[in-house]
């Protein structure tokens, strides 16, 4: 049995550097950030890879199947029992899909949903400084902070409901957050 956390958080948030931490801790534990598999895919040239990357370059979402496809073959093709997903999901239709493939997935069990919470300004201070690629600028990422913050209220809710979510400070020293994020995957 795959035991899945879930780590939203802002554009900006740290979300994927502090999954990556934790994958690099321990090798029993894999990362899979959404974003980089959906990059991988616009590298590779093909059809779906340009319109992915028209979509991301315009700081939209891909087609949900896309996204819900991609992310549960990198679940499957995984030979670690713990998997760490950044970036997923990011919509009301993207969450209710990934519970509907979970509901049939006899051999993944999402465990927790992990929210890295930062403000709009830290978040913005860092993804204008990493300079990552063309979808890393002001204007893209005002529509990013928006296509987050729109259904955040509703995937809050639903996790919440469930006793799946956990909210930890993104402002802290990435040693600290690491940490907090790690009791959160451990204790289950």
Known sequence: MKSLFLIIGAPGSGKTTDAQIIAKQDNSVAHFSTGELLRAEVASGSDLGLDIGKRMNAGELVPVAVALDTIIKAIHSSTCNTILIDGYPRSDEQMMRLDDVLAT???????????????????????????????????????????????????????????????????????????VMLTHIKIK
């Not at 729109?150 to 469930?162: D, E, G, N, R």
């Open 105 to 179: 997935e006899k051999n993944i069990s999402l465990k927790s949903v992990i929210e890295v919470e930062v403000s709009e300004q830290t978040a913005m201070d860092r993804v204008l400084g990493r300079n990552r690629g063309d979808d890393d600028n002001i204007e893209v990422f005002k529509n990013r902070m928006n296509v987050y913050t729109k259904p955040l209220k509703s995937i809050q809710a639903y996790y919440s409901s469930k006793k799946l979510l956990h909210k930890i400070s993104g402002e802290q020293d990435i040693e600290s957050i690491v940490k």
